[in-house]
């Protein structure tokens, strides 16, 4: 696997499983065979090694995590949040099924029980940046505008050379009809990040809110250049 030799770890780690079918540890075995399918974009065959592992045994959790990973890549997220909640069953501090949870109830508008994995999470890890970055931009949704704003300057402060901040806090500044701080934090992730597309996308999008069309433009070719999704933007 780590000489990505894919097939050849795939045919290995069958002959282990064959080795003695009703071994206990072969659940962790289907989890290799998982993780190298869907390397393989074999999802749908990954998400039957995984069923086998956990049908073998349901207590492992880093078959639920991998599970639960997929379905989130396959768009199941109600599967999802199953697997992210036994995980956390059976551990109730398990970081990774935290965040994730808190993310898919934040899609799921029960801002209630997002705030508190994330709180749960941030206990844990004060210094985890996507769980606060997850916090900030669920107080926005929520209507916790001061809080949410309060919480993006907190991370700056902490983080302040991550490009990506500066395009959630100026997302925020732009929503509120702040443009010209919201210019600012465009310009600056642009300073920190020159060849990262998103960056032009969000000032392509704001110069366009301001009606500088020139501007927005030019920005907009930028980022198509550097490989942005041309559905993000319009001239």
Known sequence: MQADSLLQAEAT?????EE??????NALVYQYIGNIQERRGEYQKALNSYNLGLNISGTTISLLLNRASLYM???????AMADYT???NLEPNQTEALFFRAYLYT?????KRARADYDRLIKLEPTNEKARLGLAILNDKDRRPREAMEQMDLLIQIYPSHAS?????????????????????FNHAIELEPENPDCYVSRSLLYK??????????????AL???ANPSFLSF
């Open 20 to 25: 003695d079918p009703l071994m206990k540890s």
């Open 73 to 79: 890549h396959l768009d199941n997220k109600d599967r």
């Open 13 to 17: 780690f069958r002959e282990a499983l």
């Open 209 to 222: 809110v301001m009606k500088k069309k020139k501007q927005s433009k030019q920005d907009a070719q930028t």
């Open 225 to 227: 250049r550097l490989g």
């Open 107 to 111: 899609q799921k508008r029960d801002y």
């Open 165 to 185: 901040l500066y395009l959630v806090r100026g997302g925020m500044y732009q929503s509120r009809r702040q443009y010209d701080m919201a210019l600012i934090d």
């Open 86 to 88: 036994e995980a956390l």
